[in-house]
């Protein structure tokens, strides 16, 4: 059972990034997924979720940019990231209910 998230990198502001969460083990579409992001020096902060059923959520900080999605068939959560900013730049994690966590995958958005 596991997670892998992929697709960070360095991108300029007000570029696009779009992260991936391969999941293993278990099936995505049975259980609440998310991200959260830690920047340097801070906390672990929830970004977006979506529920078994579909309820999805953001933090206030990336509503209108950033959208969370996953599909069934690839067992694979997204994150498509727009419009992104410095104050993006984080560690992405992976989440599943009940403490499952991805490795984590480095954003940078900087000129």
């Known amino acids: 059972v596991q997670l892998v998230e992929s697709g960070g990198g360095l991108v300029q502001p007000g570029g696009s990034l779009r992260l991936s969460c391969a999941a293993s083990?278990?099936?995505?579409?049975?259980?609440?997924m998310s991200w959260y992001r830690q920047a340097a020096g801070k906390g672990r902060e929830l970004v977006a979720g979506?529920?078994?059923?579909?309820?999805?959520d953001y933090a206030d900080s990336v509503k209108g940019r950033f959208a969370i999605s996953r599909d069934n068939a690839k067992n694979t959560v997204y994150l498509q990231m727009n419009d992104l900013k410095p104050e993006d730049t984080a560690v992405y994690y992976c989440?599943?209910?009940?403490?499952?966590w991805g490795q984590g995958t480095q954003v940078t958005v900087s000129s």
């Open positions: 989440f599943r209910r009940y403490g499952l």
């Open positions: 979506i529920s078994a059923a579909d309820s999805i």
């Open positions: 083990g278990f099936a995505v579409s049975n259980y609440r």
